[in-house]
């Protein structure tokens, strides 16, 4: 192989610099766009709910390139802590250097910062994203001893799924009574099928079942399955597809192995693939 | 096929020489007494059952005894059917024809299990080795019939495949195929159909009156069931493609008779098939159906009328809730109707075609569930549907819905039968109340019994409550390790390689464990037992709110598998507070104790807590016992092994603390080895529970 070992490595972009150049595809359900906007002209958060895999990580995407904005992703997992978002000292050389979080960063470039799944980060994040998401709108930079203003270009988005059922991780009232709630739904078939069309490129017949297997998925919700398939699994499937993997090897592998691990639940998602394809 | 012998030690007893007819006759005698009188005796079956070999012998004399104990009158009818049955069957098939039977007989009492007896030839598949037991297929089955559209239906075992249009009966067992794939296929695929009986609606024609004209309706009845088959075919292959696929490579015998071909138009239904039942009636088509179902038109008219009962009801009452919720007192109510909607079969249950006063209104998921099922039912929801019930009725509607609000609610376990080898379905009903509270007296006086114990006790779980750690020397942390800062900068200075684990990290080490203390409240522990159970309860419960685990305390007892009783002293999430105090004085001896079902439920609930440990902590005086059902002895200790092993694989961890001092004759079959303690004097359990729990959880 004389392939150039540079040109095998990724590109490396610093993530306030960088713009959303191609629109993502999106397709609206309702006039979350709408909301959105206004939202944003107000300098209000945004709190994102629904259910994993339909769409809120895109329709974030969407937006920061309507509004032309950097986006700052942070997936929250339960060891972050404020200091991951906020920054920490670093050694380099002979001295300590401080390094911005991410949230920091988003903070000083007037972007969009997008906490995804924000239940499973670690309580003492709700100290820092408070400030930011009231009128205040700054961010304390408790171990620098500062506090930093928020640009009027800055966003808070947050994202939630409420069906996730676990008690430990709810979103506090004092946390979500800051936000405006966009809440997010699978789309009705015809539209989810044009979703899995646009992102998968695959054919109608196909996406017209795969469609109607993701609708039997959901009715098996709360019997054994925390979640039905999502729209992200129907497009996995699609792409599988259409690189011509049988459609029952490839739903079994992008959906009811992504679904479950319970062995009668995983026969019979793919008795229900089989009964379609 | 000849009879293999049955039993496992085969070898040995194959040698045994057989038994006569009067040996047989006289073991049948011991074991059927109470059904044979002088002129029902058991000789037939027993010359049948001596020209067996000895193992297939031994076998059915077993078994013989195994259902006696159950009900004599069926293991009669097993010994007359055994003779010739064994012959044929091989000791597998046997075993699924008898348990089956017996299930059959739990279920729905003798006529059920003697039906299923007298049927052992539904075993005789050439196939018994590739057979597809419904218990096998049931939990697919449900859930693949559950993610199908329509209206939910269950699935139950029967003797013939059927479906009343709530519920898809299938056989036991299908044994057609040389494969398991392709008998389990056979299961999908008659579940499928049953269910298009249901989706595209074979019961929305009178049946019954539709073949009553013909000379013989039996065979009417048979032929419209082959003519329904064609068309709901073709429904699945309209909806269910890839199903469909798979079941035209198992058949490959289509019913090619272009007269029927008609049926196959996505327009036709039920009234087509009883159309085309007329003019063929004479020279039907050669017919050989794949599916092992038929038509039941009359059980299939009486759930169906009854549910289109309750649904207009239910219809009209939710109608009511509606405008309630929408009119001013004394305003016109407004008048619903319905909007068109599109008609395609396949299309997902429609919203909001509901109008009030030619507006569209929202409708509620539940009520879109309704009207999709009327719909299924009559096409569409008739003129008279739209009128809302008067209040009172909406009341009395919602009653009728759910009549199991009347009795206290059960839940029904099954429970293990070492000798069947297999477990009685929905056997043990468990019905959950409260401890009425007792004297609050008693808590503050063990309180002050045991004060110097419970502070020393609080000062050790307290020991064991950890706190938030700081680690020290991370990689990336929330703080600077200075220590280590100090040995980098030295480090450098002289040349040396820079560590770079210079950061400190808080970590919180949680006790992240939930755990069910499950007390035996039997008659045996009348007295100063008790006693000492409640006041260990008294100081676990101080010491437990020093270590801050959550915790949760039940009692057990009952009489018999319908009446097994759960007593909450203290739920998980209520505070140690003086109701819970008032329950611990409350506790009772009642009656037996049937523990299968108690470790069954108490586990139910401790899988509902999030937490990495659970454990199930039993306090016991002696052996599971109950008043029926042999649960006393060999039964009951095999059963509670199973229900423990059954809350291991379900992440629970058991243990057992018992005062019995023939404990180590069963608790060891139960428990094993390592779980279980044994505190020999009554007077030091209070101390020796709290103890034993902390060593368990260190």
């Keep these: 192989m004389n392939t150039n070992i540079a040109s095998l490595r990724a590109r490396v972009l610093q993530p306030e610099a960088r713009l959303i150049e191609e629109e993502p595809f999106f397709q609206p359900l309702g006039d979350e766009i709408t909301l959105f906007e206004a939202a944003y002209a107000s300098r209000l958060p945004v709190l994102l709910k629904g259910p994993t895999g339909c769409g809120k990580t895109r329709f974030v995407e969407h937006m920061a390139w309507r509004l032309k904005r950097p986006l700052i992703t942070v997936s929250c997992h339960d060891d972050l802590t404020a200091s991951d978002l906020v920054g920490r000292y670093l050694i380099t050389n002979q001295e300590t250097v401080w390094v911005d979080g991410p949230l920091a960063r988003a903070v000083r470039a007037g972007a969009i910062c997008y906490l995804d799944e924000v239940v499973e980060a670690r309580k003492d994040t709700t100290v820092v994203i408070h400030p930011l998401a009231d009128e205040r709108r700054i961010l304390p930079m408790e171990k620098r001893g500062e506090l930093l203003q928020a640009p009027p270009e800055f966003m808070l988005v947050l994202s939630y799924n409420p069906g996730y059922q676990n008690v430990m991780k709810e979103l506090k009232q004092s946390t979500r009574q800051r936000f405006i709630a966009i809440e997010f739904a699978y789309p009705d078939a015809a539209l989810e099928m044009k979703i899995v069309i646009a992102e998968s490129a695959i054919d109608a017949e196909h996406a017209e079942k795969l469609v109607r297997l993701a609708h039997m998925t959901r009715n098996l919700k709360g019997s054994g399955l925390d979640e039905g398939a999502s729209t992200r699994l129907l497009v996995h499937a699609a792409k599988l597809m259409r690189l011509g993997v049988a459609p029952r090897t490839a739903c079994r592998g992008a959906i009811a192995q992504a679904l479950t691990d319970d062995e009668d639940m995983l026969r019979a998602v793919n008795e229900l693939a089989s009964s379609l394809f | ?698």
Excluded at chain 2, 108 to 129: E, K, N, P, R, S
Excluded at chain 2, 182 to 209: H, M
Excluded at chain 2, 639 to 666: M, N, S
């Design chain 2, 1 to 698: 096929m000849s009879s293999p012998p049955p039993s496992s030690d085969r070898g040995a007893s194959a040698r045994r020489v057989p038994l006569t007819t009067a040996d047989i006759e006289s073991a049948l005698h011991d074991g059927l007494d109470a059904v044979l009188s002088s002129r029902r005796t058991p000789t037939d079956a027993a010359e049948r059952i001596a020209v067996l070999d000895r193992p297939a012998q031994d076998f059915v004399l077993h078994w013989v005894s195994v259902i006696a104990r159950t009900s004599p009158e069926l293991a009669f009818q097993f010994a007359a059917a055994a003779g010739a049955a064994l012959r044929v069957l091989d000791a597998q098939a046997a075993e699924r024809w008898i348990v089956g039977a017996m299930d059959a007989y739990d279920r729905d009492g003798l006529h059920a299990g003697g039906t299923a007896v007298a049927d052992w030839q539904a075993f005789t598949g050439h196939h018994t080795d590739t057979a597809v037991s419904f218990e096998s297929a049931a939990q697919v089955l449900r859930l693949f019939v559950q993610g199908l559209s329509g209206r939910p239906m269950a699935v139950e075992p029967a003797a013939r495949a059927w479906t009343d249009t709530e519920c898809i009966y299938l056989p036991p067992l299908l044994a057609r195929y040389a494969t398991t794939q392709e008998n389990f296929l056979l299961y999908k695929g008659t579940a499928a159909l049953l269910w298009a009986q249901s989706r595209y609606g074979t019961y929305n024609a009178d049946l019954a009156a539709a073949v009553a004209p013909f000379d013989d309706p039996a065979r009417a009845l048979a032929l419209l069931n082959a003519l329904e088959t064609v068309r709901l075919e073709a429904c699945i292959a309209r909806a269910l493609p890839g199903l469909a696929a798979d079941i035209e490579a198992l058949s490959r015998d289509d019913l090619h008779d272009p007269r029927v071909s008609r049926l196959r138009e996505p327009s036709a239904s039920v009234h087509d098939s009883i159309a085309l039942t007329h003019e063929l009636y004479a020279d039907p088509p050669l017919f050989e159906s794949l599916y092992p179902s038929v038509l039941d038109p009359e059980g299939a008219a009486a759930a169906r009328a009854a549910r289109i009962a309750r649904e207009k009801s239910a219809f009209q009452a939710a109608l009511a809730r509606m405008l309630e919720a929408r009119t001013e007192a004394g305003e016109p109510a407004p008048a619903f109707t319905l909007e068109a909607r599109s008609t395609d079969e396949n299309a997902p249950a429609q919203h909001s075609a509901l109008r009030l006063d030619e507006s569209p209104v929202e409708t509620p998921a539940e009520m879109a569930r309704l009207m999709a099922s009327i719909r299924q039912d009559l096409g569409d929801i008739p003129e008279d549907y739209l009128v809302p019930s008067g209040a009172g009725a909406a009341a009395s509607a919602e009653a009728a819905e759910d009549p199991g609000d009347l009795a206290e609610p059960a839940r029904i376990y099954d429970e293990w039968d070492y000798q069947r080898r297999h477990y009685r379905r929905n056997w043990c009903h468990v019905r959950e109340h409260e401890v009425e509270p007792g004297e609050a007296e008693f808590v503050t006086s063990t309180v002050r019994k045991y004060a110097g114990r419970i502070a020393q006790l609080k000062r050790t779980f307290e020991l064991m409550r950890v706190e938030e750690r700081v680690l020290k020397r991370q990689a990336d942390g929330d703080g600077l390790d200075f220590d280590a800062l100090v040995d980098a900068y030295a480090d450098m200075k002289q040349g040396a390689e820079v560590p770079s684990l210079v950061f400190t990290r808080r970590q919180r080490a949680e006790r992240d464990l939930a755990v069910m203390f499950m007390i035996d409240m039997s008659g045996s522990t009348k007295g100063w037992i008790n006693d000492a159970e409640r006041e260990a309860l008294v100081m676990l419960c101080e010491a437990l709110e020093a270590l801050g685990d959550r915790y949760a305390i039940y009692g057990f007892s009952g009489v018999t598998r319908k009446h097994c009783q759960v007593f909450r002293v203290k739920g998980f999430d209520e505070p140690y507070g003086d109701e819970v105090r008032g329950r611990i004085a409350g506790i009772e001896p009642q009656d037996y104790t049937r523990m299968g079902a108690a470790i069954r439920h108490l586990t139910a609930l401790l899988g509902a807590v999030d937490a990495r440990t659970r454990l199930l902590i039993t306090l016991s005086d002696g052996r599971p016992d109950d008043f029926s059902d042999n649960y006393r002895g060999e039964y009951g200790i095999e059963d509670t092994r199973r229900a423990l092993v059954e809350a291991h694989r379900a992440g629970v961890k058991p243990f057992c603390i018992t005062i019995d001092r023939e404990a180590h004759d069963y608790l060891p079959r139960m428990y094993g080895a390592a779980r279980w303690a044994l505190v020999d004097d009554v007077a030091k359990l209070p101390v020796k529970v709290a103890e034993i729990y902390a060593r368990l959880t260190l």
